[in-house]
């Protein structure tokens, strides 16, 4: 699992069960390869700090890691870093545990720091609408177009977007297949809007691109967009359209999720057209909630105009 090193290089400390742990999230739990290569450093990490210390990993306890983090700390790393390389150890040593390596998790007493929370950073619907309005009739415009209203109707993720082939959509009934976190499936329907400007791009623009791959949106080579492309048009419109804060691909999530909550879907709706796992990951979206509720009770509470 380690990566190949060039000559003179340091050589990075590995432990077997370490390179265990990551074959088991890479081919059980199906993690993309940039979960991978964080995890991976994550517990290189951990492996340097215990060979300068002259631990061993075997020998690990709750002391042993609140050294670590202090070290961490030392080192600069801010609250939010620490709470993931945190996520990457606790996932190791509930592995670790499982596997009867260890008795217990020597991780368990471990607190994450306290993370301010920060709300997404989502357009509003007028801000959609000029983004959307913008990619011209030319075939890049046709499949720039498609690839917005799709990411914006169903809250793809980029990973999902760039990922999504042919088969997985299904035009008669307007019905998407995404394969999200962990190789997950989902049914996500879209709008007709999109619906007509997806067909209208799979039908006349897309054979044109002359297809090496079966991905929904290539390139003017016939291959799947990057998500580095996808990334550089959306800084694109974003710009011609005006926005002068710096979106992303997820910000098109966001903003899904906002307008749902903002229309009257319930949060557990808009959990399962995102793919969280877990509704604590939609909860950052509560505050739309909040805010639709304090005008309902300022609108019909008989008291709210005194």
Do not use: C
């Not at 007493?109 to 030319?138: C, H, M, Q, W, Y």
């Not at 046709?142 to 997985?168: C, K, N, P, T």
């Amino acid at each position: 699992m380690a990566r190949a090193r060039q000559s003179g290089e340091t050589a990075l400390p590995t432990h077997h069960w370490v390179d265990r742990y990551l074959e088991h999230v890479l081919i059980e739990k199906g993690l993309s390869e940039n979960s991978l290569v964080s995890y991976s450093q994550d517990l290189t990490a951990l492996l340097a700090f215990l060979a300068d210390k002259k631990f061993r990993l075997e020998d690990i306890t709750d002391k042993t890691l609140f050294l670590y983090l202090t070290h961490l700390r030392a080192r600069g790393l801010k609250n939010r870093s620490l709470a993931r390389h945190l996520s990457s150890l606790r996932g190791f040593f509930a592995f670790a545990v499982q596997e009867k390596w260890y008795k217990e998790d020597p991780g368990q007493l471990l607190d994450n720091p306290k993370l301010p929370k920060k709300l997404p950073e989502f357009l509003t619907r007028e801000e959609i609408g000029r983004v959307l309005a913008l990619p011209d009739d030319s075939p890049l415009g046709l499949r720039d177009r498609a690839m917005l209203e799709v990411l914006y109707a169903a809250g793809l993720r980029v990973s999902e977007l760039i990922g999504m082939r042919v088969l997985d959509y299904d035009p008669q009934v307007g019905l998407l297949k995404v394969f999200g976190k962990g190789a997950k499936e989902r049914l996500v329907p879209i709008h007709f809007t999109a619906q007509k400007v997806l067909n209208a791009y799979l039908d006349t623009v897309r054979p044109g691109f002359k297809p090496s791959e079966d991905f929904m949106f290539l390139n003017r080579s016939g291959k799947g967009l990057t998500r580095q492309g996808v990334w550089k048009l959306i800084k694109k419109y974003a710009e011609q359209a005006g926005i002068k804060r710096s979106i992303s691909p997820h910000t098109f999530r966001h903003s899904f999720a906002t307008h749902l909550l903002e229309g009257g879907a319930d949060l557990r709706t808009v959990q399962i057209l995102l793919g969280h796992a877990d509704i604590s990951a939609t909860e950052i979206y509560t505050h739309i909630q909040a805010g639709r509720l304090r005008a309902m009770h300022q609108q019909f509470h008989p008291r709210s105009g005194m």
